[in-house]
């Protein structure tokens, strides 16, 4: 079983940054590709980052440059470094887990375990 909980979301003004962390655990940490996704009232949910067992990472176009995905296998935390955020990153944030090697950053489907999501809320 995949066990994974966020944190770390909350109100900030454009421009500013935040950092949101996701504790991991399953048999097998290091077997996992992990991501962030986000999901904005209303909207379909999408993915921002995500990072495969040998740290190679991907990121959506809209948050390239801004954020980065990082992941600390000894202490089981992945991150997000969230900067230059602006009012349209405004959403929930799940943190999530693969055990397929051909998952896409591009589909929700490819990913099995979710957490319950953190909020974030960029004001203008």
């Known amino acids: 079983q995949v066990q994974l909980v966020e944190s770390g979301g909350g109100s900030v003004q454009a421009g500013g940054s935040l950092r949101l962390s996701c504790t991991f655990s399953?048999?097998?940490?290091?077997?996992?590709?992990l991501g962030w996704f986000r999901q904005a009232p209303g909207l379909e949910r999408e993915g921002a980052a995500a990072?495969?067992?040998?740290?190679?990472?991907r990121y959506s176009a809209s948050v390239k440059g801004r954020f980065t995905i990082s992941r600390d296998n000894a202490k089981k935390i992945l991150y997000l470094q969230m900067g230059s955020l602006k009012p349209e990153d405004t959403a929930m944030y799940y943190c999530?887990?693969?055990?397929?090697?051909?998952?896409?950053?591009?589909?929700?489907?490819?990913?099995?375990?979710w957490g319950q999501g953190t909020r974030v809320t960029v004001s203008s």
């Open positions: 999530a887990a693969t055990g397929s090697p051909g998952w896409s950053l591009l589909s929700t489907k490819d990913f099995g375990y």
């Open positions: 399953a048999y097998d940490d290091s077997a996992f590709a």
């Open positions: 990072i495969n067992t040998e740290g190679a990472v």
